[in-house]
């Protein structure tokens, strides 16, 4: 089977990363993965902040819960939306047109990315909650989200901690129309 096709039928959400750092040429190139993602008319109107400092992570994990709990969400009491991933990866984009399916090819091809040089990832939406927590000028200025974009969506990765199983797949979802 193809390499690429395997990578995409064998990725799974990881829930859980050994304490090691991912090296930083193998960083560079899962987010140059994100950064060549198809964009509407090529705009590529995104922006990339990589978090590897531990106390950040931990940091933006901590707000997201408290605005989870500010809004009546009960998460887990040691919940950790990160899953202690050594790496985080924001995408904010400038909110126009097509920029939710810009951001998910980019964020798709970072997982494949990290999948195919061996690393796990799970993509995260909780972070939206950092913003029922804190200001949103203070919420942007820590993570580097540019004047005139929003914040979008994340994804942790690093070596993985578990091999899950695939989850069975719906049946009946498909219609071709020859």
Same mark, same amino acid.
């Given at each position: ?9 064998n ?8 304490d ?10 899962? @987010?140059?993965?994100? !950064?060549?993602?198809?964009? #509407?008319?090529?705009r590529q ?5 990589? %978090?590897? &400092? ?5 940091q933006?994990?901590?707000m997201?819960?408290v ?19 050594? @790496?985080?990866?924001? !995408?904010?984009?400038?909110? #126009? ?9 980019? %964020?798709? &091809?970072?997982?494949?990315?990290a ?27 820590l ?36």
């Open positions: 089977m193809n390499k690429t096709i395997e990578d995409i039928l990725r799974r959400s990881i829930r859980a990363y050994l090691k750092p991912v090296p930083e040429d193998d960083l560079k190139t899962i @987010v140059k993965a994100g !950064i060549y993602a198809p964009s #509407a008319k090529n109107d995104w922006h990339f902040t990589v %978090i590897t &400092n531990k106390e950040t992570i931990d933006l994990s901590a997201a819960v605005g989870m709990k500010r809004i009546g969400l009960e998460p887990k009491e040691d919940a950790h939306i990160f899953y202690h991933a050594p @790496v985080v990866i924001i !995408i904010s984009s400038k909110i #126009a047109g097509f920029s939710s399916v810009n951001v998910g090819c980019a %964020i798709e &091809n970072i997982a494949l990315a999948k195919a040089l061996g690393y796990g990832s799970c993509i995260v939406g909780q972070t939206r909650y950092m913003y029922h927590k804190a200001n949103k000028i203070d919420v942007d200025k993570i580097k989200i540019p004047e005139g974009y929003e914040h979008d969506v994340a994804i942790c990765l690093g070596y993985p901690n578990e091999e899950p199983e695939a989850k069975p797949r719906k049946e009946n979802i498909v219609d071709y129309i020859l």
